[in-house]
């Protein structure tokens, strides 16, 4: 006898995508050597937190330029991962002028 298959969820998904997204962001930082959260600061002095959000507004905008696709999950993740890690950023850097997350 088969085992009885139980229908996909939301929350199934949900799981999904995340784990997908940890995936990526794991493997992205290795690749990378951790530069959006410990950059080498050759040209730029920003905190790591605006270099997020300079990175973060380049998305957004070739996105509304058409540069990148909204339908691209790739891009999608991509600005998901960019967020992700500028909550880390602000949770590990403070910025007395920023506005902060709620508690």
């Not at 997908?20 to 050759?42: C, F, Q, T, W």
Request: contains cysteine.
């Amino acid at each position: 006898m088969e085992p009885e298959e139980h229908p996909v969820t939301t929350a199934d998904r949900i799981r999904s995508k995340c784990s997908h997204l940890l995936d990526m962001l794991l493997a992205k930082n290795e690749r990378y050597g951790d530069s959006a959260l410990n950059p080498i600061r050759v040209f730029s002095q920003a905190d790591t937190a605006e270099q997020l959000r300079v990175r973060i507004d380049d998305k957004l905008s070739r996105l509304l330029h058409g540069a990148d696709e909204w339908d691209d999950e790739d891009t999608l993740l991509d600005l998901c991962g960019y967020l992700i890690l500028l909550i880390i950023a602000e949770e590990a850097e403070p910025e007395p002028d920023q506005p902060r997350w709620p508690e």
